[in-house]
């Protein structure tokens, strides 16, 4: 079994003890049942519970979704489990698990012992019976709990599900969030070999509503951060990409300083951005640059959160990391077809503000550079910009298809 990290088992603690004090539970024998009955439409099985000096009462997992008729699937440090087709996630050796991509607080822990799974009997008494209420009850007094579902789960029919698709593939109800960087009183980087009067924020706005119209165009819903030259909080910009957003797409134009000067003949292309631990010196370079927008700003740094819930927020962040990595090859790859300059890949910051605010997905690209010749005419010509908002409407298609295959759906569809 993996023991719970000191750090959070501390803040936990410090947690525990800042709470109104409460009067003493009565001894654990007299709360807990030995057994615990899983009582489901094809019959009843009854599970052994053990009580683990460090994780509290546990079940044995395999049993309990065997008798779920539900499914298991290991991805260390994490535990799938699927029932009644909603999926919990449990981080092994930790006082959490994340259920619609939130976190949530355990008062034990699941983990594995000699290749068997063992599950907080938390799941069985509370959390089933809350967050699947029309399927699942807890019955104290008997210690059972009551699987009131069809004994073989319901399936949509395969013609009935295809017609429900969107000529492209995709079902209906996704949704992305596209912010164009910057804007008002921001105007970005000045664009060296611009036309005289663009800056950045008029053609990452400019390309974002050709990004717009071509992701509406697909079927799917957008939602802007802004639409016109107005300045939008660069802390508050990732709160419009809500629980029902599948991903949050933040276009930007890199330039490099005049450190550099030498080297603005040689140097363009695109890369985007993802949150991570990777900080090569051009990505922060890169969250320098772009970090600069709070200057602009009355409030320039959100309201401070305990600790403990910026540990939380952290394994939410590492949970969104495969999914945003993902759609980032794909971006790269797409404008890759339409753009004359160097795919200089995908790089990894947690220096960018606006990524490190995200509660979803998300990912920050940059189309050029404004201070290369060649890249600042393909990033102001009309053509250019359709190409490059075509092909990063294609890549989030992509993206959303690879979603939809592993989740059965967008992120509002209760499929994740």
Request: hydrophobic share 40%; proline share 7%; net charge neutral.
């Amino acid at each position: 079994m993996i023991p719970l990290p000191a750090a959070v088992t501390l803040l936990l603690g410090a947690t525990l003890a800042a709470a109104p004090a409460a009067p003493p539970p009565p001894p654990l024998r007299h709360r807990l049942p030995a057994l615990v009955t899983v009582q489901t439409p094809r019959g009843s099985s009854r599970l052994p519970i053990t009580m683990d000096s460090l994780a509290g009462p546990v079940l044995p997992g395999e049993a309990l979704v065997g008798a779920l008729d539900g499914s298991i699937r290991f991805q260390e440090p994490w535990v799938e489990i699927t029932l009644a087709r909603q999926t919990f996630r449990f981080l092994t050796g930790a006082a959490v698990y994340s259920f619609n991509d939130r976190l949530q607080p355990l008062a034990g822990w699941a983990y594995r012992a000699r290749d068997s799974l063992f599950l907080p009997l938390q799941f069985v008494t509370e959390i089933l019976p809350r967050v699947l209420a029309e399927r699942y009850a807890w019955d104290a007094i008997r210690g059972r709990l009551l699987d009131t579902g069809p004994a073989v789960p319901a399936t949509p029919p395969a013609p009935t599900r295809r017609a429900e698709q969107l000529p492209n593939g995709l079902l209906p109800g996704h949704v992305v969030t596209v912010d164009a960087g910057h804007g008002g009183i921001d105007p970005g980087n000045p664009g060296l070999y611009f036309p005289r009067g663009v800056r950045e924020k008029d053609v990452t706005l400019q390309v974002s509503l050709l990004l717009r119209d071509e992701l509406r165009r697909r079927g799917i819903k957008v939602v802007m951060t802004r639409q016109l030259d107005t300045l939008i909080g660069l802390l508050d910009r990732t709160s419009y990409c809500t629980d029902e957003c599948d991903l949050f797409v933040s276009l930007h134009v890199d330039a490099l300083d005049t450190r550099y000067r030498a080297r603005f003949g040689e140097v363009r292309g695109f890369h985007t951005i993802i949150i991570g631990e990777e900080n090569t010196e051009d990505a922060d370079r890169i969250a320098q640059m772009e970090n600069e927008a709070l200057r602009y700003e009355s409030e320039q740094s959100p309201k401070p959160g305990d600790d403990l819930g910026f540990i939380l927020r952290n394994l939410q962040l590492n949970e969104f990391l495969r999914e945003s990595a993902r759609a980032a090859e794909l971006v790269q790859q797409e404008i890759d077809r339409v753009h004359t300059g160097d795919n200089r890949g995908v790089k990894q910051s947690n220096r960018l503000a606006v990524l490190n605010t995200a509660q979803r997905p998300a990912i920050l690209v940059e189309m050029g550079y404004s201070t290369n010749r060649e890249d600042a005419r393909l990033l102001t010509g009309r053509k250019s910009q359709q190409a490059l908002a075509t092909a990063v409407a294609d890549a989030i298609v992509a993206y959303l298809l690879e979603y939809q295959r592993k989740t059965g759906g967008p992120a509002g569809g209760g499929g994740r």
